[in-house]
């Protein structure tokens, strides 16, 4: 099983099995960095990366990742490249394709992304669109599965806007046998196309997702909580409409005390404190928020190594 010289749009155009070998190929790579060994499987490779989105987290995580790996990447921005000045996308993706060994864009159109790796002759990773957030999602699934175990039978619960994290952990849970139940508000439901669509993909594995209004029934009982912000990039002024929509979708400590009792909570991260999770909570025995931001790094350098051909 190889997935060299794939793309990674969706964690759907994924098979349980490559899910599986992406999560024994990031535990590999976290154990090789924890003992200082060196791991230079893509020498002399380079990853461009496009942001239209700004990012902490993801433009970190993948430069260091990429140096870490034994190559480099390349920032490339609006103001810093001719994609900000119109360049159309298929010119573009035929550009770098002759300059680069693979692309990570992080922007918001989900149709922009596939274009790209459309024209592209290379792997095109997808960073977060308004659509996916699939790098996220399986770096979810295998933090969960740190703390979890075999996630088969477990039940995560994401709580707040039926988003591109919501839409990703469909489709991540979906080919791990986790169980997943989205608590949103009226309204903030998923897109139909793509829950109907990770509800076929469960089906293989034996899980069940949900989508529930009612946030106390969702968390009963729950192995994960998961949160994320009420508005996201692009959404700043629904900001107010939100807030007033999502008040009762908090993570605080009663909440967490109807989930198991050994239940872990996670955040993609930046958080509002206050907000979609409070203080106490972020900071409490049962957060493994930072972990799972940690793990970014070693899921991405999977994913990399594993399309351009490191391993």
Same mark, same amino acid.
């Given at each position: 099983m190889s997935l060299q010289g794939r793309d990674l749009l969706s964690i759907h155009d994924l098979t349980c099995d490559e899910v599986q070998l992406i999560m024994q190929t990031s535990t590999k790579l976290k154990e090789l960095k924890k003992r200082g060994q060196e791991h230079a499987l893509l020498k002399g490779k380079t990853l461009g990366m496009i942001f239209q989105k700004s990012s902490t987290r993801t433009r970190v995580s993948f430069e260091v990742g990429m140096w870490q790996l034994g190559g480099m990447a390349i920032f490339l921005n609006d103001s810093n490249s001719q994609i900000g000045r119109g360049e159309p996308i298929k010119d573009t993706a035929r550009v770098l394709s002759r300059y680069v060994d693979a692309i990570? %864009?992080?922007? $918001?159109?989900?149709? #922009?992304?596939?274009?790209? #790796?459309? $024209? #592209? !002759? *290379?792997?095109? %990773?997808?960073g977060l669109t308004d659509k996916l957030h699939p790098c996220q999602a399986l770096t979810d699934i295998f933090t969960a599965s740190e703390y979890k175990g075999d996630l088969r039978g477990k039940t995560m619960v994401y709580i707040g806007d039926g988003n591109n994290m919501a839409q990703s952990l469909m489709f991540a849970c979906a080919r791990v046998g986790m169980n997943l139940r989205l608590a949103t508000p009226d309204g903030y439901d998923p897109d139909n196309e793509l829950y109907q669509q990770a509800c076929k993909d469960s089906q293989e594995m034996g899980s069940k997702i949900e989508v529930l209004h009612d946030i106390r029934q969702a968390v009963e009982g729950a192995d994960v909580l998961y949160t994320d912000v009420w508005a996201s990039m692009g959404q700043e002024?629904?900001?107010? *409409?939100?807030?007033?929509?999502?008040? !009762? $979708?908090? *993570? !605080?400590?009663d909440l967490l005390k109807l989930a198991a009792k050994d239940a872990i909570v996670m955040h993609c991260l930046p958080a509002h404190r206050g907000e979609e999770i409070t203080d106490e909570v972020m900071e409490c025995s049962q957060s493994v928020v930072f972990d799972q931001a940690e793990n970014r790094l070693h899921v991405q350098k999977a994913i990399m190594a594993l399309l351009m051909g490191g391993l």
């Open positions: 990570m %864009i992080r922007t $918001f159109s989900h149709e #922009a992304v596939e274009e790209l #790796a459309y $024209f #592209a !002759d *290379i792997p095109v %990773i997808n002024k629904e900001q107010e *409409i939100r807030r007033q929509a999502l008040k !009762d $979708f908090t *993570i !605080d400590a």
